[in-house]
Every structure is written in structure tokens, then in C-alpha cells.
């Protein structure tokens, strides 16, 4: 499965963004998609995830209460609506997923083995 990212950009502090990750196929059960983000000279983060039904969703706290991520099965669309957007949300944001990531794995770099070529989201304060 490949997946490509789309929607970043420049905003201001307090605005909003979705950025869109699609696949190259329909994907099935037991597949999870989840947003990373990195900055230059540090780890990749954790952002949020989204399990194959949709009725299961995950975030890292610092964006807990202010991104949604949801999924379009027609559409092999998954999206990451970021809102009251913060000049520490400025990052490289990178879309990736896999069959069988266990939950205890979630948040994990590792778990996954396919990635898109990322989006640069810009917050300026």
C-alpha cells in the first residue's frame, strides 16, 4: 500500500487545516493509518490513529481536544482536521499505516512499514 499526504501549508496561530492521506488501494479490515510529525532534530511524533472500522480513534496529548482524524472508505481517504493551531504544531506531518498493529504498538515509529513523503504544516504566532 502507498499513501500520499496532501493539504499543508502556511497558517496563522488559532487557524485551521486538514490534511488528507490516500492510498493506492481500498483498504480492509485490521488495517490501522495514523499521522506522525517531525521537526528537525527530534523523533518522530505521535499524532493520532485511526483503526480500519473507524470506531476507534487515538491522540497524542499535546493535540488532544483540538485534531480529529476521521476516515472516507470510498475516498481510501483518511483525514486529519487540525483546529486552534499552535506555532509547536509546525512540523513535517507524515501519513503512515499497516495490517495488525497491535494497540500497545500503536504509538510506535517501528509498527509501521509504509509512509508517505510527508506535508509541511507552518504555524506562524
Known amino acids: 500500500v502507498q499513501l500520499a499526504e496532501s493539504g499543508g501549508g502556511l497558517v496563522q496561530a488559532g487557524g485551521s487545516l486538514r490534511l488528507s492521506c490516500t492510498t493506492s488501494?481500498?483498504?480492509?479490515?485490521?488495517?490501522?493509518t495514523a499521522w506522525f510529525r517531525q521537526v528537525p532534530g527530534k523523533q518522530r511524533e505521535f499524532v493520532s490513529g485511526?483503526?480500519?472500522?473507524?470506531?476507534?480513534?487515538y491522540y497524542g496529548d499535546s493535540v488532544k481536544g483540538r485534531f480529529t482524524i476521521s476516515r472516507d472508505r470510498a475516498k481510501k481517504t483518511t483525514y486529519l482536521q487540525m483546529n486552534s493551531l499552535k506555532a509547536e504544531d509546525t512540523a513535517v506531518y507524515y501519513c503512515?499505516?499497516?495490517?495488525?498493529?497491535?494497540?500497545?504498538?500503536?504509538?510506535?515509529?517501528?509498527?509501521?512499514?509504509?509512509w508517505g513523503q510527508g506535508t509541511q504544516v507552518t504555524v506562524s504566532s
Open positions: 485511526i483503526r480500519w472500522d473507524s470506531q476507534h480513534t
Open positions: 488501494e481500498q483498504i480492509f479490515s485490521g488495517y490501522t
Open positions: 503512515t499505516g499497516r495490517h495488525g498493529v497491535i494497540l500497545s504498538r500503536l504509538r510506535d515509529i517501528g509498527a509501521y512499514d509504509s
